[in-house]
Structure formats: structure tokens, C-alpha cells
């Protein structure tokens, strides 16, 4: 089972695709909104992003959702601020959709499920690049 983190630049945008995405969960595990900026502008902030992945932290890892490539790249330096109580080996930025990507992930996590098996069902459905 993984957690998931959305990072968008609007925290409100974040909360409705959680509370959109929530309907589909079958199972309880953290989905954290790790979206916004300190004053709540438009944005994204990589220590808000990096507290989001420590919330969102299980055993089976995290998966990170954004909407734009700013929000891509502020996750990529939120990983850098990560002690060693978390293995960055379990902490995967996908490369979806925000809607569609957590929708899918949400309706198929369970408790076998890994970022691997979730990377390749996205890839599958075309979400993700074949590379």
C-alpha cells in the first residue's frame, strides 16, 4: 500500500481532487495535500512538499501527483530535505495526469501494491511515457 501526496499550485485545487479521489479509495492509507505556498499564493513550496511526504510516509512508500512542471521540480528538491529516517528509493514523483493519475491510483491501492506495479498500470493506460 503507498501513500500519496498532491502537489499543486492551488491547495484548494488539491483539496477538490482529494475529495473527488476519496470516493474511489477501497482502503485507508494517507493522502496528504502537499500543495501551496506559506501565504497561501499560487505556488508551490518544496518544504511544504517535503512535510507532505513525511505525513503521507508507509511502509510501501509514497507517490507523488502534480499539475505543472514547477510543482515537478520543487517535489524533485523536497526529496533533498528528507533525513535518513526516509528511504527516497520508496518516494516516486509520477508522471500523470493530477486527476486521472490519482484516480487510478487510488481506485487500485491495496495492501500489495507497489510504486513499481503503480508506475507500470499508469504507463499501461497511457498516462505514463514508455521510456
Known sequence: MLGFVIVSHSKRLADEVIELCNEMKKYNFPVVNGSGTDEDYLGSNPLIIAEAIKKAYIKG?????GDLGSSILNAELALEFLDEDYDKEK????DAPLVEGVLMGMAINDDKLTLKELEDELKELKFLSKI
Do not use: P, S
Not at 61 to 65: K, T, Y
Not at 91 to 94: A, D, L
Open 91 to 94: 518516494v516516486k514523483i509520477m
Open 61 to 65: 512508500g509514497v507517490a507523488i501527483f
